[in-house]
């Protein structure tokens, strides 16, 4: 089984040479299912989300979503203290939060965004219990969580997500197996350990299209799923193509 996971497009800020590739680099991959964590769009505004429907139409398999910090309005405070997800209601879905199980997998996606602070987030106390509560009951599968906002904190980079301590306890006690995240611009994958002496992946994507990354690459990940191992691929864009970067393992 193969999943993609992007995040931080910033259509209105986004190289349309890299969105290209990367269409093209779906269509070969064939995924059944794309994570989107996030930053569909650079400013929020109606043609931003309309050409990023466009994109999202074309893309294979199942594809799940969550906003983040640059789907709500940034210069608009009326509209983004009293309605910031408009327009994310309008061309996306009603939903923040979203949820998928196969034979091989159990998803959460869950909205980190805090419309009252330009680039911080927070997941609620509500969130924290729907991802003990919905990873329970799911043996023998992959459990994937997936937000906006990163919660690891890496040198020179700030640490967005308000409720750090509270969430890596909470994790730590629960069946999340990887969690994939954006915001930073940054790429990098690492791995904690539970209480229960097992592991659990943090894939922190980079940009998949953005003019402005951290890393200096633009990129996504590329996760293979086969009797109870995972692996997980970075590929970044180089000249006219994505080539692959890096690979990790991951048992389940």
Request: hydrophobic share 35%; charged share 25%; proline share 3%.
């Given at each position: 089984?193969?999943i993609?996971?992007?995040?931080?497009?910033?259509?209105?800020?986004?190289?349309q040479?890299?969105?290209?590739?990367?269409?093209?680099?779906?269509?070969?991959?064939?995924?059944?299912?794309?994570?989107?964590?996030?930053?569909?769009?650079?400013?929020?505004?109606?043609e931003?989300?309309?050409?990023?429907?466009?994109?999202?139409?074309?893309?294979?398999?199942?594809?799940?979503?969550?906003?983040?910090?640059?789907?709500?309005?940034?210069?608009?405070?009326?509209?983004?203290?009293?309605?910031?997800?408009?327009?994310?209601?309008?061309?996306?879905?009603?939903?923040?939060?979203v949820s998928?199980?196969?034979?091989?997998?159990?998803?959460?996606?869950?909205?980190?965004?805090?419309?009252?602070?330009?680039?911080?987030?927070?997941?609620?106390?509500?969130?924290?219990?729907?991802?003990?509560?919905?990873?329970?009951?799911?043996?023998n599968?992959?459990?994937?969580l997936f937000?906006?906002h990163?919660?690891?904190?890496?040198?020179?980079?700030?640490?967005?997500?308000?409720?750090?301590?509270e969430?890596?306890?909470?994790?730590?006690?629960?069946?999340?197996h990887l969690i994939?995240?954006?915001?930073?611009?940054?790429?990098?994958?690492?791995?904690?350990?539970?209480?229960?002496?097992?592991?659990f992946?943090?894939l922190?994507?980079?940009?998949?299209?953005?003019?402005r990354t951290?890393?200096?690459?633009?990129?996504?990940?590329?996760?293979?799923?086969e009797?109870?191992?995972?692996t997980?691929e970075l590929?970044?864009?180089?000249?006219?193509?994505?080539?692959?970067?890096?690979?990790?393992?991951?048992?389940?």
């Open positions: 089984m193969k993609i996971h992007i995040s931080d497009l910033h259509f209105g800020l986004h190289r040479e890299i969105i290209h590739g990367f269409l093209i680099e779906a269509a070969a991959i064939q995924p059944e299912i794309i994570i989107i964590s996030g930053d569909l769009t650079h400013r929020a505004r109606s931003q989300f309309r050409d990023l429907k466009a994109f999202i139409s074309r893309l294979p398999g199942k594809i799940l979503i969550v906003p983040g910090n640059h789907d709500v309005p940034a210069f608009d405070l009326i509209q983004r203290f009293l309605t910031p997800f408009d327009k994310y209601r309008h061309f996306i879905s009603n939903s923040m939060e998928y199980e196969n034979e091989s997998v159990r998803i959460l996606g869950l909205n980190s965004v805090n419309p009252y602070s330009i680039k911080d987030g927070k997941l609620s106390s509500d969130s924290l219990k729907k991802i003990e509560t919905y990873f329970s009951e799911a043996a599968k992959l459990n994937i937000f906006h990163n919660f690891q904190h890496f040198e020179g980079l700030h640490r967005p997500l308000s409720n750090t301590s969430f890596i306890k909470s994790l730590k006690k629960s069946a999340v994939c995240t954006g915001h930073l611009h940054y790429a990098n994958v690492s791995f904690l350990e539970k209480n229960d002496q097992e592991s992946a943090l922190h994507a980079g940009s998949l299209s953005c003019q951290c890393d200096d690459r633009n990129s996504f990940y590329l996760i293979e799923i009797s109870g191992e995972c997980i590929r970044a864009y180089e000249p006219n193509r994505f080539n692959r970067k890096e690979i990790h393992y991951y048992r389940f």
